[in-house]
């Protein structure tokens, strides 16, 4: 796939996972984005999670269909009409509805929105929103015949596609879709099978255009006539310009695919590409700018049902229906304009997609037009073609070329028109920025600039921000900031004194600096910058960069007061622990400094709390802060000694410090205070209301009546005790306020109060005996302790307070009050007049009860009379009052009759005893509430008469239930009391009764309590003895219910004598399934169906359809039913018994009925049961008759295949050739599939569907015919066929012919391949592919077969095959076909023509007889897998060692040597030996295998030279190993080569004892000297003189002169007598010292006066311009720079300070450090004398 635009693969197979192939169809499983697949399975839903490496997931759901949200965990389930949706996240039901009409399709038109499509109209359900909204109605054009397969929604929202598809003429399939404009709510129809929405950028637009994409292809064009390619804007506003169109654009579809069509396309919004797909498995592949096709491939066999797009990468998935094979297509990039060149030849759109897509392949055709444009003076159209190359063009040299372009008059700069053009399409590069940045610069426009810049249309660099540095710092800190520049970008913030962002800025990015010595430079500088410095390095990420401590008093010792407290404050912010001795120090140098009022803002913010509090606290008091001193002591009596001055203090602070007491301090302390009389009252009584709840009540007031403060413990428990719920509070609230005389208070308090003890209150207010006893009345009343009250105020002669109390506070007392003044003995008149005149609020019942228990029931009548007087409807009072009426006989009956207000359930009981007719009055005036009291005493005495006509009356059906279901007794005789009760019923009060209802409601009591011989003999009394009912319909129909349901004998009787009666719905109780009675149904039809019953001919009708009905459908008695057919003979009633017929399998019958009912409707059954019971004959009279009112398919259909099972084929050609509606396809396949051929070829030859009349030729053995049949089909598959057959027939010539055209399509060449090869033809299978090679569609598959058949059968021709046509081959299959054959010369040459080396050079070494050394060594250096190269180095010096050395030129380049050398040393030492001139050549490259095995060479050949150069050439090897192999060696020149090797690794004296050994002194001396060591060299001195080697000592001492010190040469001269020989070395050695001394003296002598003024000028300058000899530059400060001397700090303790000497542990001073942390370095000492070493002076050499 290397060479074809696109990259396919199938990444994922469903059925694989578990997904049963049934399941893997359009509906039921679906993809609407790349995250999920959704397959619907008979009893799960299966979820396969794509982002989670196909994760499979499976819920138990019932649904027809499911589909997941594209970008949220969402998913619709359908359920015929229902839908409902779920989040799978929170496992919750968002939405659910039911649709009115059924949805035929549907999906996620985006995110939230749910697209439903039914049979007329599409839905939009916004599923965050209310239910679905109707969007739009359909298209005719896409009605209901077509099956919707895509729904698409622009990205603005404002359009909507609809596609579907329907059956055409000929077999073919039509597509129609509807274009709808939300805005303008309009439809348009269009024609094609698939569309889609895509959205890009037009060159020289700013507004990107939104077009649709879609496919066209019409139903009436011709069928030859190729489908086009649309691509058209819409919805774009005019006044911006026409919209973007193209032309139409044919698509080229291939022979074998004209009866194809599209199923989905899919655009690539990531490169503006579309795929198309269709049904037969075609791929295309559009390029939407240009409408142009890029490529087209059949990709796979099966159908692709469903597809959906991947945003990220542009691809697209789909799914093939039943294997569910998901596969993936994408762009391949790298291969699209090489292809569009070589294959479409179309270079034009070659460099378009290339430019803007940005991909290779194009170079040569950019780098053609670009020069012939420049050459043409076309600046313009030359910086467009750059501007669209992608990074082709764009570089430096294409600058220069338009930067030597000549301006026009009158034109700007071809430069500026390039740099102009690159600016509109896009972002310039570096080259290009920095080149556009110098003459805008010059200009002085940076505006310009700074727009670029903002539009990100220029990319940062260091140079350019250079470029920009001296015209605006501001802007070049943006372009250092972009580009990276981290050191120049903090510079840009010194400049602008941004202090406060160096530090985030280098912090973020990593960079290291010296901020103390930043520090340092601007506190004397800007003080302001350097606390904007230094907050920023103590909130550095990580941590403060800086000492705090140490920078503080860097501060102070300036005495920067201010800049040292706003440090700490920013410092210490963090409030630790390990700060508090800086915490303390800050406030006390505010508060010492003078500065009280910070410190005092500084403890108000509360930010620091680790200080010494008590401390601080001294130092506040000090200062006369007495609350900030409070706060900061903790023992009370400091704590007292500071309240003592608490007029001074804020009284809200006061009251606020006890809540930081605990409860014995604050006591103590409130004691105090009230201790010094009552100015401090007030504040006492706030706190005291503030903490009454942690100091306790009773505490606080034992204070204050401690100090007898009782006004103030007044006011404190006022302000208390409407919120608490102590008794206590209360109470003494009560007491106090009456010892105060506040009488109203103490009144409310025992009113409103819930909380305190009413026993306590009640006993102390009983006992104080106060002038006003309203709060005594007030808690006896609210807890009851009335009867105590009323003693209390009836004994102490306050009779008005027991008037007021039960008028005023509490009327509804006044039983409990009248009941105690009762025990009491008080005057009666007192008691009325208490009764009078709290009137109707006394509560009766209690009352009446109170007086009824002490037998004074009487003494309440005139109150109870003035209650009804007043108009009172309560029940108590009119009871009270009736009782007395009873007892004292006052007309009670005329009361229990026309009183509307008493209660029967109380005076009924009364009135039982007294009288029983008075208690049945009473109960019967309850209106049904008392019937059970009524019915009891009715039957205890003898009241049936009344009783009967009251339930006549009621018409309460429950109430006959109570009186009429009575279970019969013991010995099964019925109950006497219901009968006396049913006789009067009957004897009176029903004949008694006018009232209809009355009469049906007695009815049905009879009915319900299941008499049904008592309810017959009514109803016959009733009906047909003569009474206004007799007529009544359903008193009749009651009668035959009755009659049918308890004596069915009598049924047939009343039908005959009654005529006013439901007759049908009587008919359908007669045949149900509980009575049976058909023939008095039947009876009852046929007599309602005469005329004197039934007016009308329709109902008359219907009857007769009904008994027919009755006959077949119950009795089941056709042979009657056919006879009562006849008789009545209309049309419903044979088609009543046609349907009967049929049903019982009698379809002969069944026509004759149809027939002459003329009744087609149940065509459907009867052609099933026809051709079941195989009666084709009788059926055409039915299909004929019914065909004259019905146009169906079916008829049509089954009208042919009747004609053609008779063989009557004259018939069905008359037929087939005039105007049917059969489905003649169908029908056609129905009669092939039978063996009915002769029919099936009349049928196909109808519809001209000569694929299958090629079949039907085939199966009748006429093959010629056959062959001209597929020749106007044209489509692979009859081809085959026909060739098979003709094949199977031995018809060779006519099967070549249909071969040709079969193995034109790649598919199906295995195929013809494998029928030849199985019926043994391979001659003519050779033959046939021989004579495809001239066809002029031969495609690859066919050269590549004859390969193959070549080397199975004819082996001599495949070389030639392979030569002439290898760029027609497919070479890998050729070449396993060459392999299996054992044919290797051709197999090689494939591979590497191929440029396959790696296999051919593997050929090659496996079999011998392939092997050719040329073609080995040109393969060899291309093959991809280096370990060939190892393979072929073993190949070569095992089977061909004479060439091996030709082989290591070839690859050695390409080889690792060292690698090559382990192999050669495993083989052996003579093929080390053999690659002896390869080892020399490749020792270049100076590796230590190569040389150590080179120098093993050397030392076995004893070649000591070539080992030297070696050694001294390249020297990466073991030395030490090489010494100690050679110290031993017997040669003397590979031992001095032993310790020359020691001598290189500094192994001085094993160098120097082995060249001792072989006394070469010469190399003793120059290994000593190059040593430089005085104890290796005093050590070689001492042999010679012990050897009397004096020659050797002399030169000994000569060389090592630098390295021998005077005194020991001086020592072994004496000692030895070697004086001549040392007295050069001491000449040497006093000239030396002269020398040195003379120097000294140049060098310490005076200077002159100018050159000091001049060098302190210098150093001044130098002192102000930075440090270390460099600019002011914040990172030339390094660990030695220091401020100068005379900018230093002033020390500690000199005037101008506060005297800090406290302030910290050791003072840094002291031990030799700067405030800063730096090394302090002594006052006016020379910056010679800090650590710098003089230059050593050099010796001249003295010969000997």
């Known amino acids: 796939m290397a060479n074809v635009p696109i990259v396919f693969q199938e990444v994922l197979n469903l059925v694989q996972l578990g997904v049963p192939d049934a399941s893997i169809k359009h509906g039921l499983t679906t993809m609407q984005s790349d995250n999920w697949i959704v397959c619907v399975e008979p009893n799960q839903v299966t979820l396969v999670d794509l982002k989670n490496n196909a994760q499979v997931t499976r819920r138990p759901m019932k649904a027809e269909a499911a589909i997941m949200n594209p970008t949220a965990n969402i998913l619709g389930l359908r359920s015929g009409s229902t839908i409902q949706v779920f989040n799978l996240d929170t496992k919750q039901k968002l939405k659910s509805y039911n649709m009115p009409e059924p949805c035929v399709f549907w999906k996620w038109a985006n995110a939230t929105t749910l697209a439903l499509v039914t049979a007329t109209s599409v839905f939009h359900w916004y599923v965050e929103s209310g239910d679905p909204v109707k969007l739009f109605d359909r298209h005719p054009s896409i009605g209901t015949n077509c099956q919707i397969i895509n729904y698409q929604v622009a990205p603005d929202g404002k359009w909507c596609v609809l596609g579907g598809i329907s059956a055409g003429a000929g077999g073919t399939v039509n597509g129609n879709m509807q274009l709808y404009s939300v805005e303008k709510k309009v439809s348009q129809p269009l024609q094609g099978h698939a569309s889609a929405f895509a959205t890009f950028k037009i060159v020289g637009r700013e507004d990107p255009a939104q077009v649709l994409v879609f496919h066209e292809k019409k139903a009436e064009s011709p069928p030859n006539e190729p ?194 053009t690159l600016l ?146 920013e410092a210490l912010k963090d409030n630790t622990q390990e700060h508090a001795y800086l915490q303390t120090k800050l406030l006390e140098i505010n508060l010492i400094g003078g500065a009280p009022q910070v410190a005092d803002a500084i403890m108000q913010n509360g930010i620091l709390t680790h200080y010494d509090r008590e401390h601080v606290g001294k130092l506040c008091e000090r200062a006369g802060m007495w609350q900030r001193a409070a706060e900061h002591y903790t023992e009370i009596a400091d704590i007292k000694r500071i309240f003592k001055n608490s007029h001074q203090m804020n009284p809200e602070f006061v009251v606020e410090y006890f809540g930081k007491l605990n409860r014995e301090q604050s006591i103590s302390l409130l004691k105090d205070m009230m201790s010094r009389g009552p100015s401090n009252m007030q504040v006492c009584v706030e706190i005291a209301k503030k903490y009454h709840e942690e100091l306790g009540s009773e505490e606080l007031v034992g204070v204050f009546e401690q100090n007898k403060a009782n006004e103030g413990l007044y006011y404190y428990l006022g302000a208390i005790v409407n919120f608490s719920e102590d008794p206590f509070v209360h109470f003494k609230y009560i007491q106090s306020s009456c010892m105060l005389g506040q009488f109203k208070e103490a009144e409310r308090v025992c009113r409103d109060s819930n909380i305190y003890e009413p026993e306590e209150v009640k006993l102390y207010l009983k006992n104080a005996k106060l002038p006003d006893p309203r709060p005594l009345i007030h808690v006896c009343d609210r807890y009851d302790f009335v009867d105590e009250l009323t003693d209390y105020l009836y004994l102490n002669s306050l009779l008005q307070y027991i008037e007021v109390y039960v008028t005023k506070v509490s009327p509804t007392k006044t039983p409990m009050v009248v009941g105690k003044l009762f025990d009491l003995g008080a005057n009666e008149d007192f008691i009325k007049r208490i009764l009078m005149a709290v009137g109707s609020a006394c509560p009766v019942d209690e009352m009446v009860e109170i007086a009824e228990t002490r037998n004074r029931l009487r003494l309440l009548q005139p109150w109870l009379e003035a209650r009804v007087a007043t108009g009172s409807t309560e029940p108590g009072t009119h009871n009270a009052l009736g009782k007395i009426y009873i007892t004292l006989n006052r007309d009670p009956k005329a009361f229990l009759m026309n009183n509307m207000f008493y209660e029967p359930k109380v005076l009924g009981p009364f009135c039982e005893s007294l009288d029983p007719s008075l208690a049945f009055v009473a109960y019967k005036k309850a209106a049904g509430e008392c019937d059970d009291e009524l019915i009891t005493i009715s039957f205890a005495h003898g009241l049936y008469r009344d009783l009967a006509r009251y339930l006549v009356e009621r018409q309460d059906l429950d109430l006959w239930a109570k009186v009429l279901n009575k279970e019969d007794g013991e010995d099964g005789k019925e109950d006497p009391q219901r009968r006396q009760l049913i006789d009067q019923v009957v004897e009176w009060a029903l004949p008694e009764s006018t009232s209809a209802d009355e009469v049906s409601c007695t009815v049905k009591a009879f009915m319900a309590a299941d008499l049904p011989g008592e309810l017959i003999t009514l109803l016959e009394r009733i009906i047909l003895q003569g009474s206004d009912f007799s007529d009544n319909k359903n008193l009749q129909n009651l009668l035959i219910l009755t009659a049918i349901r308890a004596d069915a004998t009598r049924v047939a009787g009343y039908i005959d004598q009654l005529d006013n009666f439901d007759a049908k719905d009587i008919a359908l109780i007669c045949v149900s399934e509980s009575h049976m009675l058909y023939e008095e149904a039947f009876t009852i039809y046929g007599k309602f169906s005469k005329p004197e019953f039934t007016a009308e001919k329709e109902e008359q009708t219907e009857m007769q359809v009904l008994a027919v009905g009755v006959l077949v459908d119950f009795m089941k008695d056709l042979d009657r039913a056919k006879t009562f057919a006849s008789q009545v003979d209309h049309k419903s009633v044979w088609s009543k018994l046609g349907k009967a017929q049929l049903e019982e399998k009698f379809p002969a019958d069944a026509i004759e009925s149809f027939i002459n009912a003329e009744d087609p409707s149940e065509y459907v059954t009867v052609c099933a049961e026809a051709n079941e019971a195989e009666i084709w004959t009788e059926l055409i009279p039915f299909l004929e008759m019914a065909r004259v009112d019905l146009q169906e398919n079916l008829l049509d259909t089954e009208l042919i295949y009747a004609f053609a099972k ?259 040393r495993k083989a052996g030492d003579w093929v080390l030996q053999l690659a002896q001139p390869y080892l020399k050549d490749v020792q270049k490259a100076n590796l230590t295998a190569v040389n150590e095995a080179l120098n093993e060479l050397y030392i076995d050949d004893e070649d000591y030279i070539s080992l030297r150069k070696s050694i001294d050439n390249f020297n990466n090897f073991n030395m030490i190993a090489l010494a100690q192999n050679l110290s031993s060696h017997e040669l003397l020149e590979f031992r001095r080569i032993s310790a020359y090797v020691y001598r290189c690794n500094k192994k001085w004296n094993q160098s120097i004892e082995l060249s001792k050994g072989d006394r070469m002194w010469k190399d003793c001396i120059d290994t000593a000297n190059e040593s430089a060591d005085p104890t290796i060299i005093e050590k070689l001195l001492r042999f010679f003189c012990e050897t009397s080697e004096k020659e050797c000592f002399c030169a000994a001492l000569y060389t090592c002169y630098a390295h021998v010190s005077p005194d020991l040469v001086l020592e072994l001269g004496w000692v030895n007598g070697y004086h001549n020989f040392i007295m050069p070395f001491f000449i040497q050695t006093f000239k030396h010292t002269h020398l040195r001394l003379q120097a000294l003296e140049e060098t310490t002598a005076p200077k002159k006066d100018a050159e000091t003024v001049q060098e302190g000028i210098a150093s001044t300058y130098g002192n102000l311009g930075g440090f270390n000899n460099g600019p002011l530059m914040l990172e030339n400060g390094g660990p030695n720079m220091m401020p100068p001397q005379n900018m230093m700090p002033p020390q500690m303790g000199q005037g101008g300070g506060i005297d800090m000497s406290g302030f910290s542990a050791p003072s840094q001073a002291q031990m030799g450090m700067v405030p800063n942390g730096m090394p302090q370095q002594q006052m006016g000492m020379p910056q010679q004398q800090m650590g710098m070493q003089q230059p050593q002076m050099g010796m001249p050499q003295i010969g000997m």
């Open 424 to 569: 509109e399409s896009g972002r310039l590069n570096e080259q290009e920025s920095i080149e556009l940045a110098k003459p805008v610069l010059q200009q002085g426009r940076p505006q310009l600039m700074e727009k670029w810049l903002k539009d990100d249309k220029l990319q940062c660099s260091e140079a350019l921000g250079d470029l920009i540095m001296p015209h605006d710092v501001g802007m070049a800190l943006s372009v250092y900031l972009r580009a990276e520049c981290h050191s120049k970008a903090i510079n840009c913030f010194v400049q602008r004194g941004e202090y406060d962002k160096i530090v985030p800025y280098s912090t973020s990015v990593g960079l290291k600096m010296d901020y103390s010595s930043m520090l340092s430079q601007l506190l004397f500088n800007n003080p302001q910058g350097a606390l904007d410095l230094a907050k920023g390095l103590v909130n550095a990420e990580g941590g403060p960069l800086i000492d705090i401590q140490a920078t503080a008093e860097a501060f102070l010792s300036s005495n920067r007061v201010q800049e040292t407290t706003a440090f700490l404050l």
């Open 1206 to 1464: 008779i063989n009557n084929l004259t018939g069905l050609e008359q037929f087939v050739s005039g105007p049917n509606v059969a489905n003649i396809q169908d029908i056609g396949d129905r009669c092939f599939h039978e063996g009915l051929y002769n029919a099936a070829k009349i049928l196909f030859i109808n519809i001209n569907n000569n694929s299958k009349l090629a079949l039907c030729h085939i199966h009748l053995e006429e093959y010629r015919d056959a062959v001209t049949a597929a020749t106007h089909a044209n489509n692979v598959s009859t081809w085959k066929q026909v060739c098979f057959a003709c094949l199977r027939a031995s018809e060779f010539r006519l099967a070549a012919t249909c071969g040709l055209e079969v193995i034109t399509y790649p598919d199906h060449v295995d195929e013809v391949v494998s029928h030849y090869s199985d019926l043994g033809h391979f001659t003519h299978l050779v033959s046939l592919f021989e004579q495809g090679l001239g066809l002029d569609d031969a495609h690859i598959g066919i050269f590549t077969e004859l390969g193959i058949l070549y080397t199975k059968h004819e082996p001599v021709k495949v070389m030639d095959h392979c030569k002439v046509f290898f760029s027609k081959l497919n070479v890998s299959k050729v070449v396993r076909a060459c392999e299996r054959a054992r044919l290797f010369p051709p197999a090689v040459y494939l591979y590497m023509h191929d440029k396959q080396y790696d296999n051919a050079v593997k050929v090659m070494m496996e079999r011998a007889t392939s092997f050719e050394n040329d073609l080995f060594l040109d393969s060899i250096v291309k093959v991809r897998n280096a370990e060939i190269m190892y393979k072929a180095i073993h190949f070569y010096f095992t089977v061909h060692p004479t060439i091996f050395n030709r082989l290591m030129e070839v690859v050695v380049e390409h080889v690792d040597h060292s690698r090559v050398v382990n192999q050669l």
């Open 227 to 420: 489908p086009k390619l649309f691509v058209m804007e819409i919805g774009r506003d005019p006044a911006k310009g026409s919209p973007f169109r193209l032309p139409p654009t044919v698509i080229p579809v291939p022979a074998d695919a004209a009866a194809d069509f599209p199923v989905s396309l899919v655009v690539d919004a990531k490169d503006d590409i579309a795929f198309l797909i269709t049904k037969m498995g075609y791929l295309y592949m559009f390029d939407i700018h240009s409408g142009k096709t890029m490529y087209r491939a059949k990709i796979t066999q099966e159908t692709v049902f469903v597809t959906c797009a991947q945003e990220a990468t542009g691809a697209m998935f789909g799914i093939t229906v039943r294997t569910g094979k998901v596969l993936r297509v994408q762009l391949n990039g790298q291969a699209l304009v090489p292809y569009i060149m070589s294959t479409l030849r179309d270079n034009e759109l070659a460099i378009k997609i290339a430019g803007r897509l940005n991909l290779p392949g194009a170079e040569n055709l950019y780098a053609a037009e670009f020069e012939r444009l420049i050459t043409a003076r076309q600046v313009v159209e030359a910086a467009k073609l750059v501007a669209s190359s992608g990074t082709a063009l764009r570089t430096p040299a294409t600058i220069a070329r338009f930067q030597q372009i000549p301006a026009e008059p009158g034109s700007p700069q071809p430069v500026f028109q390039y740099f102009s």
